[in-house]
């Protein structure tokens, strides 16, 4: 029991140190704002409903969309929700990550995640097509927060207040969203598992955190921590011990319960108002 739980008691100690608040090592509450609730963020989970937008960037460049949303009363839940912008890795998917982004609307926030057209699951692998998907995903920013009636999300996605997170690959597009000039309604940036930027961080000020396992195999934790070196504004890197690369992210799978609650926690802060915590506390089983 005691090497199981280890590696999360490290990320406990960690997150505290930062300020963020995750869920214990065998499923019970470590404390910090687990019981609190962000400045207006919902206090009780939504239903989740989940559809597809038809979108492209040109005829060479379709980018169906996955979009989980929050439900109440068997419509979108009422009120401008904040947008959380999903990029995934190579040979990835949208529904690959399912389980976080049901887990982000049930939380209030509208979750619009990309299949990009040369780097997802099922067509052959074009690695140099990565530098044309921050594009792809400034389009897709655009087109989802653009949406008009009688579409049923019209009016329901803030597009002042957007988060951008990324996986491996998806992380490389994530960062390339936070270039001079960058969205304005950009208010936060998750890299997970990263390599470098495709290119210089400017802009407006935008808190940033980094994950990353300290045994990734597929993308070094160094080449991650050269990326967050360049970062201009406030950031957290957060290394999870004994970690390779991504399995913290599939539900059940070793330390997802701590990383998505340490990530869900960071999206409530930046995007529903921080609340600072109060001191954590660890409770065992």
């Not at 330390?255 to 609650?261: C, D, G, L």
Request: hydrophobic share 45%; net charge positive.
């Amino acid at each position: 029991m005691g090497a199981r739980r280890g590696p999360a008691i490290a990320l406990i100690v960690l997150c505290a140190v930062l300020g963020f608040a995750v869920a214990g090592a065998a499923g019970t509450a470590v404390a910090g704002r687990s019981a609190a609730v962000a400045a207006g963020a919902p206090d009780k989970p939504y239903r989740v409903g989940v559809r597809t937008l038809d979108l492209a960037r040109g005829p060479d460049r379709p980018l169906p969309t996955t979009v989980w949303f929050p439900v109440a009363a068997n419509r979108v839940a009422q009120g401008r929700h904040p947008l959380v912008l999903f990029s995934h890795g190579l040979a990835g998917a949208p529904e690959h990550f399912a389980g976080l982004a049901n887990q982000w609307a049930a939380a209030g926030f509208v979750v619009a995640a990309p299949a990009y057209p040369h780097t997802r699951a099922g067509v052959p692998l074009r690695r140099a097509d990565l530098r044309h998907q921050p594009a792809d995903a400034t389009f897709v920013l655009r087109a989802v927060t653009g949406l008009a009636a009688p579409d049923p999300l019209a009016g329901h996605i803030d597009g002042g207040r957007v988060a951008a997170v990324g996986f491996s690959a998806g992380a490389y597009t994530t960062m390339g969203l936070f270039a001079p000039g960058h969205d304005p309604g950009l208010r936060a940036g998750v890299v997970i598992s990263g390599r470098e930027a495709p290119g210089r961080f400017g802009g407006a000020p935008v808190p940033m955190l980094f994950v990353h396992g300290d045994r990734d195999r597929v993308v070094p934790i160094a080449s991650d921590r050269l990326a967050y070196a360049h970062v201009p504004w406030p950031k957290r890197f957060v290394t999870l011990p004994g970690r390779g690369h991504g399995e913290f992210l599939r539900p059940g799978g070793p330390m997802y319960a701590e990383v998505s609650a340490l990530i869900l926690e960071f999206l409530r802060d930046r995007l529903y108002g921080h609340v600072p915590a109060p001191a954590p506390r660890t409770v065992t089983a």
